[in-house]
């Protein structure tokens, strides 16, 4: 066994301190990535409900034409009473 002196002591000890400073750094920059994700995923759960709304008003829209336009006596009736609920 060798002996070594407390500069190569320290040199060592220095290196190992590097290695837990850049795991702190990966280890926080991990726990950043993860805030990030989950606001990321929250976000796209708020985009998705209300994706789905819209879709479900349009859906609305277009069956109250379609009613409309089954209704009406003539296709220029059915223009004048859409563009007159979508003037509202």
């Known amino acids: 066994?060798?002996?070594?002196?407390?500069?190569?002591?320290?040199d060592s000890l220095e290196v190992e301190m590097l290695s837990l400073k850049n795991a702190d750094d990966a280890a926080e920059?991990?726990?950043?990535?993860?805030a990030?994700?989950?606001?990321?995923?929250?976000l796209n759960s708020a985009l998705t409900a209300?994706?789905?709304i819209?879709?479900?008003?349009?859906?609305?829209?277009?069956?109250?034409?379609?009613?409309?336009?089954e209704t009406s006596s003539s296709l220029e009736e059915a223009a004048h009473l859409i563009?007159?609920?979508s003037a509202k």
């Open 1 to 10: 066994m060798s002996e070594r002196t407390p500069l190569e002591i320290a």
């Open 29 to 34: 920059m991990l726990r950043q990535q993860h």
């Open 36 to 42: 990030e994700i989950e606001r990321l995923t929250a």
């Open 50 to 52: 209300e994706r789905d």
């Open 54 to 69: 819209v879709i479900a008003v349009a859906a609305a829209e277009r069956e109250t034409c379609a009613r409309i336009c």
């Open 83 to 85: 563009r007159a609920r």
